[in-house]
């Protein structure tokens, strides 16, 4: 049950921190959170310490949890391992192409489109993740679909300090195009239509940009598990 709950509220935050409520450099307190979830800080101090393994939470000595702040150097570095694992994931995914799986990514597409023209910044954003992780699920390898997923959440935080306003709708029309390569079976073109689809996102984000502070009970309120 322990376990349960530990993974209920570190789904909650990650979510959280993917859809933009929780803003890099938030101090996590843990009674502030022990309360919101109704458990004891020993349960949300586990649940940090889940989300300490792929950098969505930083622990400092004597001063608690913070959300990550990822330097320029890291966010770089995010991108060009995305590069390498999606280049080939987009590859295989070709190999094995089926009129399902297009639909399916398809079907996920349209959504994208749906949250953005509902103007729903939250959705829009998870789903914008999500279509490079539901690739690797559809391919049947889990293991990737974890590692697609750990990267795109250290995207999100990325994307909150860095993007640029006009970012999302063209991820949302390279992300079509992509699947239409896939569809029509042409490896080349949609390996290369993936590579620089990454390179526009890294490209489009501003390193000298400023981030507004974000207090905890704010984001709290508008948190939900």
Known sequence: MESTTTRTIADALTRAI???KLRPGTKLGEQKLADHFGVSRTL??????QLTQNRLVTLEPARGAYVSTPSVQEARQVFAVRRMLETEMTRAFVAGVTPAKIQALRTHVAA?????????VG???ELLGDFHVRMAELMGNE????????LT????????????????????????????????KDAELAVRLMQEHL???EAGLMFDREMPANDLSQALSSLSV
């Open 123 to 125: 959705e829009r954003t």
């Open 18 to 20: 993917v859809e933009h």
């Open 153 to 184: 959440s250290r995207c999100a935080l990325i994307m909150l300090m860095y993007q640029s306003d006009s970012a999302a709708e063209h991820s949302h029309e390279e992300h079509a195009e992509i699947v239409s390569a896939l569809a029509a």
């Open 143 to 150: 293991v990737l679909a974890q590692m697609i997923a750990d």
């Open 44 to 49: 949300v101090r586990q649940a940090l310490f």
């Open 199 to 201: 390179l526009h996102v």
């Open 112 to 120: 994208e489109q749906a949250a953005m023209d509902r103007s729903d």
